[in-house]
């Protein structure tokens, strides 16, 4: 049995700092972070929009994977180059070529420390399930939206983002630090128990299926004018339900939420999101049943 | 008895976007916030700035007040220039001359509500005590440091800063702008009194003068190696003691403070200022003594 080769992306937006930084003292310090045997490639996905703090350049980085815009070469968006880079050195057929990516961000939602899966990829199902098997991490299963695509790890046969909250952008927090390195820590120990047969996976996963994304009120030329309601903010991850707060206005008018079905609101708030007309993402609670597909496919990474 | 004209100034810098947005719902609404009669010129510090949500474009808006700066005709900056530019329109001698500047910003520390006052002018003293009589705000003096010059309403004749977080940059969060209106509305409302004559004035006030700043454990390449310590993080005005710790590394080695006098921390991991090389500012609690010099250099504003 071969080990696959992993790549730990941090950076991917470049004013998401504190991944960065943990990557670079693990590289001065390789023993920081055990990988249980695991060759890595750590990685920084946007070095030159985290070198002037910034999101991106040109286009957002982390929606840049689409074949559409990677085989067009009249797009030569910074972003858009990177990823082809990216994929040419770590991609599945590149000249360094990974089989796992875990890209790491972080958000000014209180997402706490989370992990997003795209799609219901079996690997990628398998390595969430260990991983709220172990910590209790919150898992959000984005699929079904047409408006955001073209996300980075959709691009490796298997991909996690490990998401944690909240943190300003451009601002190092330790325990935001020590969250990241405790996520990948168990990440490895759990895959090296993959490796090994030793692995327990649970039978059943908690996921927040993404419903939707919802937008601030706006005025006529696109301004915001209501803000996240004071009962909202913070409160990702608890659900809302029909008549509870969503916006409030200066003058003191309120939107509420009015929906027969309690729905669980993810990523409210997040700084980079409101260029993006969302305000917060609408999830809703499921159970998946462990199906033993989701182990044999992350076991063939191995092979 | 004249009424002075107030400058309120948001968006001094272009990434803290509360205050921004609380002005311009207030210019679509005058009733918003009441000024008791005072005449407001209510201006974005820094324009360009804000529409790209930086903090500014070549150098920082607020430490670019400088005589040396605004006299030298080679000094070009987008900040250097705008400075001249508030100071010809709204300075004490400006076509549409102010004589009262309140500048409002937010911050990525755990600040809550405070005022930050520079050096002791008398005016200054008063509003800021009739302040923290009404609200409990606390004070930041900050004076005697010779690498921190320039700020902006020391060009006015009297002014303060108002200074709200913890918040990340560029984003809406209601707690803060309610806060932001709220401190306007009680210092107009002071103001008022002022003028009447009916203000009552405390016996003291507590201020926290400047000591010095101190920067990030850093290595000879100037990067950081060390991150605020999880029990200082978020411990703004509380005082610190003689070895209780200050950063941490990832190996596990703590910086402690080791002083044996407390002093009081502020401004502890403002993002902006990593790039000053302040990870905090420290302070010293201190008692002052009303004096009735400071009411009559308020009074004198009206006259």
């Known amino acids: 049995m071969s080990v696959p080769q992993v790549i730990v992306i941090a950076g991917t937006h ?16 390789p023993e920081l972070i055990n990988t249980h045997g695991f060759r890595t490639s750590k990685v920084i996905g946007n070095p030159e ?32 180059i990177r990823a082809r880079e990216l994929l040419a050195i770590y991609g599945p057929n590149g000249s360094n070529s990974c089989q796992l990516a875990i890209d790491i961000h972080s958000t000014t939602s209180a997402m706490g420390t989370s992990l997003v899966v795209y799609g219901r990829r079996p690997s990628d199902l398998a390595i969430a399930s260990l991983l709220q098997s172990k910590l209790g991490l919150p898992i959000y299963l984005h699929e079904g939206d047409e408006t955001q695509q ?8 298997c991909g996690i ?99 027969d079905k309690s729905l669980v609101p993810v990523f409210i708030n997040e700084a980079a999101y409101s260029e993006k007309k969302i305000a917060m993402s609408l999830t809703q609670r499921e159970v998946l049943y462990f199906s033993d597909s989701w182990k044999e496919s992350l076991k063939n990474l191995f092979i």
């Open 150 to 157: 073209g996300f980075l790890v959709e691009s490796w046969p």
């Open 14 to 29: 470049g004013n998401e700092i504190n991944a960065p930084w943990l990557l670079e003292q693990w590289i001065k310090d």
């Open 161 to 259: 983002v490990i998401e944690i909250g909240p943190v300003p952008q451009g601002l190092l927090h330790a325990n935001i630090i020590n969250q990241t390195r405790l996520t990948l820590e168990i990440c490895f120990e759990e895959l090296a128990k993959v490796s090994s047969g030793s692995a327990q996976f649970p039978k059943t996963t908690v996921i927040h299926r993404h419903i939707r994304s919802i937008d601030f009120p706006r005025s006529k030329d696109g301004k915001i004018e209501a803000l996240i309601h004071p009962h909202r903010q913070g409160k990702d991850w608890i659900p809302i339900n029909n008549g509870e707060p969503l916006f409030l206005s200066l003058d003191g008018s309120v939107v509420t939420f009015d929906e």
């Open 49 to 80: 929009a985290l070198k002037v703090c910034k999101r991106y350049l040109h286009s957002d980085l982390n929606r840049s994977f689409r074949l559409k815009y990677l085989d067009d070469i009249y797009i030569q968006d910074y972003e858009v």
